[in-house]
């Protein structure tokens, strides 16, 4: 099972959250960006770009902060942030 976690903040107050889950066989990376699609379904939202700083902090705590500079278009909270709570 996988499941993630999607939060959005705006100064400091969580406004929105949502989790994802994942029963497939398909790896890690592709699970990610299907449950990061259906959150930004959900959500509303444009699909963030991942930059350098993003992809890492993901590697390393597999937790990632989608903040202005990842989406195209203007957000109207802080930061989408990203979480994964469960793995196979």
């Known amino acids: 099972m996988f499941r993630m976690w999607a939060k959005i903040f705006r100064d400091n107050h969580m406004l929105r959250d949502?989790?994802?889950t994942d029963a497939g066989e398909d790896t890690r990376t592709h699970k990610v960006f299907h449950a990061?699609?259906?959150v930004c379904y959900q959500f509303d939202l444009g699909k963030p770009i991942w930059l350098d700083k993003t992809i890492s902090d993901f590697k390393r705590h597999?937790?990632?902060?989608?903040?202005?500079?990842n989406f195209i278009e203007n957000i109207d909270f802080d930061y989408l942030e990203i979480q994964i709570i469960e793995e196979d």
């Not at 597999?62 to 500079?69: N, V």
């Open 18 to 20: 949502t989790c994802i």
């Open 36 to 38: 990061l699609e259906e």
């Open 62 to 69: 597999s937790k990632a902060r989608f903040t202005q500079d």
